[in-house]
């Protein structure tokens, strides 16, 4: 059994808007961290991050997404995400973020007794889950910004160009 979640998936200058499939009991982060190089999206639509450029494409049945290229994934809903009973104790550490795009403030999920540090370097390609993040878009050489406040988000951490724990 499996269920579509809609996610906003960010990469330097685009948003990418479509649906991944999660297969049950997996929760959004094992289906990103799970092998492979690219996400399959139902309803894909790519679009600029800037409002003042045009939309770049219609909705496509199927898209593949490339994860290496991707900054942030953002789950739109807040729906549940896997069975708790099989989730590992983490604990939340406030931090702050930038990457090529987005500078950002979030808490990390990381397992006890473990830093940032040792968690990048233990998982160098897993996503890092990111609860309550705030995170600004920081590439526009205009007055214009665009802002991402979600509940939740998976960060890219090949996208982290500085990191720091509060």
């Known amino acids: 059994m499996s269920d579509w979640r809609t996610l906003e998936i960010y990469s330097t200058f685009l948003k990418v808007t479509g649906e991944l499939e999660i297969v049950r009991p997996d929760r959004v982060s094992d289906a990103v961290n799970r092998f492979g190089e690219y996400l399959q999206l139902r309803r894909g639509r790519a679009e600029p991050i800037s409002v003042s ?51 950002m403030i979030g808490d990390v999920h990381l397992e006890p007794r473990h830093s940032l540090r040792d968690h990048l370097e233990r998982f160098p390609g897993d996503f890092i889950p990111i609860s309550n993040i705030s995170a600004l878009w ?3 050489m205009s007055a214009e910004t665009h802002t991402v406040q979600r509940s939740f988000a998976l960060l890219n951490p090949a996208a982290m160009l500085t990191f720091a724990v509060r």
């Open 53 to 103: 450029h045009p939309l770049l494409s219609r909705s496509e049945p199927m898209m593949a997404v490339a994860k290496a290229a991707t900054s942030l994934i953002c789950p739109v809903d807040d729906g549940t995400d896997g069975n708790p009973a099989l989730w590992r104790e983490k604990m939340a550490t406030p931090a702050v973020i930038n990457t090529q795009a987005f500078s």
């Open 138 to 140: 920081i590439t526009s």
